[in-house]
C-alpha cells in the first residue's frame, strides 16, 4: 500500500466512525401536553389508591386523603412517596401514567379544577 492509500483509508475510516443514526423523538421526545384536573384525574387516583378505610382514609393511618385540602395539604409528601420513591401505595407503586398525572398536576400547584 502507498503512503496516499493509506491517507485515504484512514480519512475513510474516520470519517464513517463519526457517523450514527439520531431519532429526534427519542432524543427529544414530545411532551403529553393534555390538562390534568383534580376532579377527573387526581382524585380518582387518590380515591382508589390512598383514601381507603385501611390506608389514608378519614378513620386510618395518617395523613387523611379524603377531601382536595387535605391532599393540597400533603402534595409534596404524596409526590416524593408515589411519585419519586414509588413506595406508596403500599400494595404496589402506581402504574407510570397515574404517577405522571400526579407529579404534573402537583408541579402545576395542584389546582382544584
Known sequence: MNKRQTIIGLFVVASLSGCYYDNE???????????????????????????????????????????????????????????VEGTMPISAPLNPSMRDALAKWIDAGAPNN
Open 25 to 83: 423523538e427519542s432524543l427529544y421526545p414530545k411532551p403529553i401536553v393534555a390538562e390534568v384536573k383534580w376532579s377527573t384525574n387526581i382524585k380518582p387516583i387518590i380515591d382508589v389508591n390512598c383514601a381507603t378505610q385501611f390506608c389514608h382514609g378519614a378513620i386510618a393511618i395518617s395523613p387523611d386523603l379524603t377531601t382536595y385540602e387535605r391532599v393540597f395539604a400533603n402534595r409534596d409528601r404524596i409526590k416524593v412517596r408515589a411519585v
